[in-house]
């Protein structure tokens, strides 16, 4: 814990303290010389832990989430997540079940791409069979059953490409299959993951948001898990600490 602790910034510093899951000198050194951004930075982590719209447990599950996907994967935060999660209770499998569900977020090359490709497509005059085949139709259905929704991106990733459809659908309802988390938190989970900067999947966090309020989420909640998302645009600051000690000498 810093030595410059002041009963101004105690919470934030203790929010922050928490984030990066540790403490030490270059830390300690790096905040007395850059007190405002350590301070202003911890009040923004703060928000969602002072708001207990969501467990702690919660907030390090969808952290684990946030960090440790295709799009953004930066692994001390995500050990401290990880240790976090564990030490607040959470079990090694809900954890597991975290890396694994937001293992579907790749399938968004797909939705979006397909799209593009039909369009390209249909501009030089090449189109698929005009409606669905049986099997195409059973698909959908099947995917409406178990996924509780269905979208237009899909329309064209089933016209063109019904095996990697279906692949994907059998794919993503493992979560909800065989997994430990509660269908909210995975709601919660898939739209903090399509918030992410580096990804920013507008889709998928209004589909998301509609199935989490159906699933008994509040605004609150939703919010919080979103502001999770913020976070990591400082984790290059922090890991240049570790990979690039010269400059914090």
Not at 54 to 62: D, F, K, R, S, V
Not at 111 to 133: C, D, K
Not at 217 to 225: C, D, F
């Amino acid at each position: 814990m810093p030595m410059t602790i002041s009963k101004e910034n105690l919470a934030p510093v203790q929010a922050l303290s928490g984030h990066l899951g540790d403490w030490n000198d270059t830390l300690d050194a790096e905040y007395r010389d850059s007190p405002e951004f350590f301070d202003r930075f911890g009040a923004m982590v703060d928000v969602p832990r002072s708001r207990g719209a969501l467990t702690p447990i919660e907030q390090a599950l969808i952290g684990v989430a946030v960090v440790g996907n295709a799009a953004s994967t930066n692994w001390p935060r995500l050990r401290a997540y990880v240790r976090a999660a564990l030490d607040l209770g959470a079990s090694r499998a809900e954890v597991r079940d975290v890396l694994q569900l937001v293992s579907i977020m790749s399938i968004h090359a797909l939705s979006t791409g397909a799209p593009a490709v039909a369009e390209v497509l249909s501009e030089r005059g090449i189109r698929p069979p005009s409606g669905l085949s049986d099997r195409q139709r059973n698909l959908r259905a099947d995917f409406e059953q178990k996924r509780g929704y269905w979208h237009k991106s899909w329309d064209d990733v089933l016209a063109l490409d019904p095996d990697m459809f279906e692949a994907y659908m059998n794919f993503s309802t493992v979560g909800a299959q065989f997994g430990s988390l509660p269908v909210k938190l995975r709601e919660l989970i898939y739209i903090a993951i399509d918030c992410v900067v580096t990804h920013l999947y507008v889709p998928g966090v209004q589909i998301h948001t509609r199935a989490a309020l159906d699933a008994g989420a509040s605004v609150e909640e939703i919010l919080s898990a979103i502001e999770i998302a913020t976070f990591t645009g400082a984790d290059p600051y922090f890991e240049s600490m570790t990979r690039i000690p010269e400059l914090f000498e």
